[in-house]
């Protein structure tokens, strides 16, 4: 994969404060607008794109944010991050879902060893984590698109915060349940991607890694008849089962993002451990097609190309597929977290890589 130019993403100063700017997690293209997330906040946040004299994305700027609790209610209310770790857009509707993570305390420095040992010892659990969120999207009196609580029938819901969370459902999975209690960065849950394709969800897991075995999972969420605030899932297929598996070869690596390519699936990988690489983009072929809980071996996909990693910093974390005027071929948008130095602007932006990848 070949980078061929980076775009400035300018935000506004209460983001750069929360540092939402260095911690962003998830995107997605909306015409002439990007949906972005960060992991340390409970916001969404839209950029605009101006363009140069080609139709070509120059930079992203008139930042505006969102705040989830107003517009659906968050179990921990609306000071605690929700660690949005994917968005998705399909049929007038945005999803932004969180980590669905327990956290280990990280050592800090010159703490004594007693100390430390102890924040190893702690995982902490934040309610905010446990949710999906889907938000009805509208296109505002500038032409541009919103999201809001209610519009018509739509109105925005959450799954979760009624013991009916992802990780409720998956408590007697017989591969991923035993993950529950423990911490994402130890091989435990962790989401880390949403793609919508019609009335599917496909939710990638960072964590856990079976065997080398990267897990996704789909389900099929609907507005809860006692409710309008709230989901529920559909059984899928003629079974009453809520959600589908699906296992992929990836190599060792676990799923950092999702984004839907046509019939067909990108995935972004990477370490499921606390490591910087290495991070690929992998195809999978007519995902959207797959009719039944599934085993993807490596030869059924396909690898786009290898993305670039710091050392300790610049992790890719976002994909969304780029669509310009005057582009030849197929154009990725990738952010990363903990972006490097020479990845933050003198005026508080941050450069993200438009990468081109072969259909």
């Not at 404060?17 to 607008?33: K, P």
């Not at 809001?148 to 009916?164: M, N, S, Y």
């Amino acid at each position: 994969m070949i980078v061929e130019r980076r775009v400035e993403l300018r935000f506004g100063h209460e983001s750069r404060e929360a540092e939402t700017h260095t911690n962003l997690s998830a995107v997605r293209q909306d015409g002439s607008c990007l949906w972005l997330a960060g992991d340390e906040t409970a916001t969404i946040e839209r950029l605009t794109a101006t363009t140069d004299g080609l139709g070509r994305v120059a930079a992203y700027d008139d930042h505006r944010t969102v705040a989830l609790a107003d517009l659906v209610d968050l179990p921990a209310g609306p000071d605690e991050e929700a660690d949005i770790e994917g968005l998705a857009r399909a049929n007038g509707w945005l999803w932004a879902i969180g980590s669905h993570s327990l956290k280990r305390k990280k050592i800090k420095a010159g703490q004594s060893d007693a100390k430390s040992r102890k924040r190893l010892a702690s995982v902490v659990r934040e309610e905010n984590r446990f949710i999906l969120a889907r938000l009805p999207l509208v296109t505002g009196d500038d032409g541009l698109p919103e999201v809001v609580k209610r519009h018509g029938e739509h109105t925005a819901a959450v799954l979760g915060g009624h013991g009916d969370s992802i990780t409720d459902l998956l408590a007697d999975d017989p591969h991923l349940g035993p993950f529950l209690p423990i911490p994402s960065k130890d091989n435990g849950i962790d989401i880390e991607g949403i793609a919508a394709q019609g009335d599917r969800l496909y939710i990638g897991l960072r964590g856990p890694v079976l065997r080398g075995w990267a897990a996704l999972i789909e389900i099929h969420p609907e507005t809860h008849p006692d409710d309008p605030h709230r989901l529920r899932l559909r059984p899928i297929g003629e079974g009453k089962a809520l959600y589908r598996t699906h296992f992929l070869d990836l190599g060792g690596l676990g799923i950092r993002d999702l984004c839907p390519h046509g019939d067909d699936l990108l995935i972004l990988t990477g370490p499921t451990m606390d490591l910087d690489g290495p991070v690929r983009v992998v195809r999978w072929p007519g995902a959207a097609k797959v009719a039944a809980a599934d085993i993807v071996p490596a030869d059924e996909l396909q690898t786009v190309g290898e993305l670039p990693y710091g050392d300790g910093d610049d992790h890719a974390e976002g994909i969304a597929v780029l669509e310009e005027s005057d582009a030849v071929g197929p154009k990725l948008l990738v952010v990363y977290d903990s972006p490097s130095a020479e990845r933050q602007t003198a005026d508080g932006g941050i450069l993200a890589d438009v990468v081109s990848f072969e259909k």
